[in-house]
């Protein structure tokens, strides 16, 4: 239990649908991360948060669409998926603000969201 | 783009043989850390050791750092079944906004 909470935890949607994937920490933490893992990849970053603000955005395509709407809860919306995008979706929270070049410490990740496109 | 590499990308020991593993990276670093990660589960965050360092434990970890070659070792001593996994370095991106990871090590430990 690392205090960082995905849901759900596996979610399979055809091209056409509209979903969200939910992150929630639970650690006081001021930064949160979305990552893509697919097979025989690198983890990707997607979206980096910062008090809320989006800091990063590497150049993700526009059917991934984040929200932080304060600084325990991060979602991932969904929108015309390809089945490319099928992956493990991993979210992660850390204790400073990841802003102004100061780097990050150590990441809190949760178990992950398995997103199947059909 | 990907800062940190790791080598092998796979390994395959006994249970009780030390199991080491190599990342290298590319620009200068304030930190780098090692994380594990069970197969289809969250990563899990391992050891830090900072520019500075050229030598951290923790429990069964040992970890170097070599700044001047931009290299890194991981060596679990005395591995256990339960430390198959799979290993990932990971160094901050040139924002200094996020950590940055390699593809990985998967060691699979027997009995």
């Known amino acids: 239990e690392t205090g960082v909470t995905q849901t759900p935890r596996h979610l399979v949607m055809g091209m056409t649908n509209k979903k969200s994937l939910k992150c929630e920490q639970h650690?006081?933490?001021?930064?949160m991360y979305w990552y893509k893992q697919s097979a025989k990849k690198p983890l990707e970053l997607m979206f980096v948060?910062?008090?809320?603000?989006?800091?990063e955005n590497n150049s993700v395509p526009s059917r991934f669409s984040p929200e932080c709407p304060n600084s325990s809860h991060l979602f991932l919306h969904l929108h015309t998926l390809q089945p490319e995008d099928s992956a493990l979706y991993l979210c992660?929270?850390?204790?400073?603000?990841?802003?102004?070049?100061?780097?990050?410490?150590?990441?809190?990740f949760g178990e992950g969201s398995r997103l199947t496109v059909l | 783009s990907q800062q940190g590499e790791e080598d092998p990308q796979a390994l395959s020991i006994q249970e009780g043989e030390n199991a080491t593993m190599n990342c290298s990276y590319k620009?200068?670093?304030?930190?780098l850390q090692w994380y594990r990660q069970n197969s289809g589960r969250g990563l899990v965050h391992l050891i830090l050791?900072?520019?500075?360092?050229r030598e951290k434990h923790s429990g069964r970890l040992r970890v170097t750092l070599d700044t001047s070659k931009k290299s890194s070792s991981l060596l679990i001593t005395a591995s256990r079944a339960a430390d198959t996994a799979s290993y990932f370095c990971a160094t901050v991106n040139q924002a200094g906004t996020a950590l940055i990871f390699g593809k990985g090590t998967t060691l699979s430990v027997s009995s």
């Open positions: 992660a929270s850390s204790p400073r603000g990841a802003s102004g070049g100061r780097g990050t410490g150590e990441l809190f």
């Open positions: 948060y910062s008090l809320e603000e989006r800091v």
């Open positions: 650690l006081g933490h001021n930064a």
């Open positions: 620009t200068s670093i304030n930190n």
């Open positions: 050791i900072r520019s500075n360092e």
